[in-house]
């Protein structure tokens, strides 16, 4: 190993790394030297309560010596092996996730990540389907390769137009704090939110033709663009209208799974199975690369006959297999599932205070362990703290003021995303909040 003091780790870092979503002159990365349970420590000894679980995936915490131990193990008896092979670790994930995973959800294609997990749900519902639309919503992402980005409906997709993936087709998200259609009436029952907006959709599908579209891709509860959590009967309503037109359900739980909303997966909180389920992140708790896409058996048999024309490298790699075997049991043997739906309530009261407290609270969403925050500049015009897809000079304040006190979040735009590993305490969490309580004092001085 080429020696690297502490003190080389960033000049060096910065010197040959080339940084994502950023440009090169601007960024500032965290020296990060060490992670344990909740916490990360810096060079200098700094340490950081991490509520974002690093980039939403730590989901059993850091430096976890289970999963270590296994990743270890794994190198020394098999480190890689190719994708046309069958392992110890290949068998032994597939029967796991078949036992946590919904409905007779129970083969699994791996990938290395969550962008190419939605990109090969896509190709399998374009190869089951023989359609080629894919439907999706303008708030969601779905990652960074051409596919999965031409899926997003965020912006982070628009640098890259018109060059992405043909035939992704965008809709509303049932988002009902900036409600498109309701406006005038604020007030109206949730069942007639949810219908309006199934009705949307359907309307959407009706244009496009039925017999063109072969998936709706979504993210069961939306990650980075809200924590946008559906209404009651609307996944419901987007599987029976997958049902009535032939069009296959593809669930995103690459942010929402692993216990992240108190369920293994957030379609289990509405009895809703998809045909096909996107996974990464939580999956390993990002202690190795791994993602999935779990299919319905009616999909699997398809493929018995017909030849699946793609590929990767390192498919099932073994060693990301192993690290996710190990995950998965960590969070079955501390219970950790039902830790997230038990601090979920936790995480709820303590949003709520906030926003009782600070006028620069326009809303607070949560589910389980996934909790959003809406920063407002103006509580009835709704006016965001900063612009969509945009920033300003507080929400930049209130980021370092976070940082400069060791509590680690992601702001995304006018929110901030609560999102910490599932094994944090109600005292680790209260240690979080008293922080964000004075940083809000910076958002609260530009509201009205
Ligand atoms: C919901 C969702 N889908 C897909 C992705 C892409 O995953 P990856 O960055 O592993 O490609 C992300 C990443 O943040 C995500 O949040």
Redesign the pocket.
């Known amino acids: 190993m080429i020696e690297v003091p502490d003190s080389e780790i960033l000049p060096l870092s910065l010197e040959h790394g080339f940084w994502t979503w950023s440009a090169q002159a601007k960024v500032s990365p965290i020296p990060v030297k060490s992670a344990k349970g909740v916490y990360f420590w810096d060079v200098d000894g700094k340490r950081y309560l991490d509520l974002n679980s690093m980039?939403?995936c730590a989901n059993i915490g850091h430096g976890d010596e289970r999963v270590i131990a296994a990743i270890v193990e794994q190198a020394h008896e098999l480190p890689f092996a190719g994708p046309p092979m069958a392992t110890r670790p290949r068998a032994a994930l597939g029967k796991l996730l078949a036992q946590i995973t919904p409905g007779d959800l129970d083969r699994f294609l791996f990938t290395l990540?969550?962008?190419?997990a939605?990109e090969n749900a896509i190709k399998l519902a374009r190869g089951y389907t023989g359609r080629h639309k894919i439907l999706a919503r303008y708030r969601s992402?779905?990652?960074?390769s051409a596919g999965?980005m031409a899926a997003t409906g965020d912006p982070r997709r628009v640098a890259w137009e018109p060059n992405l993936m043909p035939g992704v087709v965008h809709f509303l998200d049932p988002y009902r704090y900036r409600s498109t259609f309701h406006r005038a009436n604020p007030e109206l029952s949730e069942e007639e939110f949810t219908a309006d907006y199934l009705n949307h959709l359907e309307e959407i599908i009706t244009y496009e033709g039925p017999e063109t579209v072969a998936a709706i891709l979504l993210?069961t509860v939306t990650?980075?663009n809200g924590v946008i959590i559906p209404p009651k009967g609307y996944l419901a309503g987007v599987r029976s209208l997958c049902d009535r037109y032939g069009i296959l359900l593809i669930c995103?739980e690459?942010?929402s799974g692993f216990g992240r909303t108190g369920r293994w997966f957030a379609v289990d909180h509405w009895d809703v199975v998809p045909d096909l389920m996107?996974m990464?992140?939580g999956l390993t708790s990002g202690y190795a690369p791994l993602?999935a896409v779990a299919m319905r058996a009616k999909i699997a048999e398809f493929f018995n006959e017909h030849a699946y024309q793609s590929g990767l490298t390192y498919n099932a790699h073994p060693i990301s297999l192993a690290a996710a075997v190990a995950n998965i049991q960590v969070l079955q043997q501390d219970h950790l599932v039902e830790h997230s739906a038990e601090m979920g309530p936790v995480l709820h009261q303590m949003l709520t205070n906030l926003g009782e407290q600070h006028p620069s609270v326009g809303e607070v969403r949560s589910i389980g362990l996934f909790g959003a925050i809406e920063l407002v500049r103006d509580r009835k015009t709704k006016e965001p703290m900063a612009p969509y897809n945009g920033s300003s000079v507080e929400m930049i304040a209130l980021r370092k003021y976070l940082l400069d006190h060791g509590v680690y979040l992601y702001t995304h735009w006018h929110t901030i995303l609560i999102i910490p590993p599932l094994i944090i305490t109600p005292e680790q969490l209260k240690d979080g909040f008293a922080v964000l309580d004075k940083a809000l004092e910076i958002t609260d001085s530009a509201a009205r």
């Open positions: 980039v939403m990540g969550g962008a190419d939605n992402y779905h990652g960074a999965a993210e990650g980075t995103d690459v942010m996107t990464a992140k993602g």
